[in-house]
Structure formats: structure tokens, C-alpha cells
């Protein structure tokens, strides 16, 4: 089978691929802004709540750097990486992205950077350098390591890496087709891929 016939059930129109990222990017902001409104709205701060035991617990804490609170004392840096992302995908959004695959790893982790870069553009103690809202604990899943709390952008954006590297690893590439089928078309244009 031609890559030629292969090819529409796996890719899509520019505007498709766009519209694709957009709605998940959208749907994961609002559920993420949503659950921290919750969480603020009723938590009290550093006080655990057991929803399943030790198993899941909710911690409403203020996050000021990054992951396990490193980096306090530059919070804007990782403000302006959190922009640089968001912006590279948008970019790649209109530019290159044709892969259904992509469409969706790509709008996921763009809902979850949007989401931890709205604290940091709105919350106290200011922009640039608001503290994201974080209250999720699950102290079994560090296996020994200082647990983190953490919110649903940070679920989206740790699963969609993993989801981008999965993508890396596979050789999909942004136009939907793969690495070994273009090696193989650039070296016999004749043959069947």
C-alpha cells in the first residue's frame, strides 16, 4: 500500500489539525482552571484532605518555582519558557502539524502550559511570577522520593511529553508520515511504502 493511500486516514487538513489543538488545548484549560477554583474555593491551605487514605489526598499548596518548588527565586524565567512553548506550538500548530497524533498530544500539552502560565501571569503576587495553584498528592506514586502535589496542567503536561517522546521514538513525523516510510521513498521513489 502507497503511502499516498495510507495517508488521509492518519493526517489532516491544515485547518482540521488547527482546530483539533485548539478545542483539546481549550478543554484542558478550563478543566484546570476549573479544578483549582474548586480547590481554592474548598481547601484550606496546607491542611490534607484523604479522599482515598494516604492512596490520594488533596493539599492546596502555592507552587512559586517549578517542579518540587525548585527554582523559587526565578519564577519568571520559567514563566517565559512556559510562553515560548505555548508559542511554539502554535507556530508548529499552523505551520506543520498535519498528524492526527501530533493534533492531539500536541493540543493537550498546549491546555496544560496554558493552564500553569495563567497562574503565573495572574495570580498574587503578581505577573510574571504568580504561584501556581497545585493540591493533588499522591505520596505512593514518588516511589521514596519527596512526594509532589501537583494540579491537572502538570498531569497533562508530564503525560504529554512522555507523549511526544513516544512520538520521537516511533519516528511520526508532523505531516503524518513516518521516518522509515520518507527514507524509503527518498531512496526508490517507484516502490510501494
Request: net charge negative; aromatic share 10%.
Amino acid at each position: 500500500m502507497s503511502s499516498r493511500t495510507s495517508a488521509p486516514r492518519t493526517t489532516l487538513h491544515a485547518a482540521a489539525a488547527g482546530t483539533t489543538i485548539a478545542i483539546l488545548a481549550v478543554l484542558v484549560l478550563a478543566a484546570d482552571q476549573f479544578t483549582k477554583f474548586l480547590a481554592l474555593e474548598h481547601l484550606s491551605e496546607r491542611r490534607a484532605v484523604p479522599v482515598l487514605g494516604e492512596f490520594f489526598q488533596l493539599y492546596l499548596t502555592f507552587n512559586p518555582g517549578a517542579a518540587f518548588s525548585l527554582g523559587e527565586e526565578v519564577t519568571w524565567i520559567f514563566t517565559l519558557i512556559l510562553m515560548a512553548a505555548a508559542i511554539t506550538i502554535v507556530v508548529l500548530a499552523v505551520t506543520r502539524i498535519r498528524s492526527r497524533a501530533w493534533a492531539v498530544v500536541l493540543g493537550l500539552l498546549l491546555g496544560g502550559i496554558l493552564g500553569n502560565l495563567t497562574d503565573r501571569l495572574l495570580r498574587e503576587p503578581g505577573f510574571l511570577v504568580g504561584h501556581v495553584v497545585d493540591f493533588i498528592h499522591t505520596p505512593w506514586l514518588w516511589l521514596g522520593f519527596p512526594s509532589a502535589i501537583y494540579n491537572i496542567a502538570d498531569i497533562f503536561i508530564v503525560t504529554m511529553m512522555i507523549g511526544v517522546a513516544l512520538l520521537v521514538l516511533v519516528g511520526l513525523r508532523f505531516d503524518g508520515t513516518k521516518e522509515k516510510d520518507a527514507e524509503t521513498a527518498a531512496a526508490d521513489p517507484d516502490a510501494d511504502v
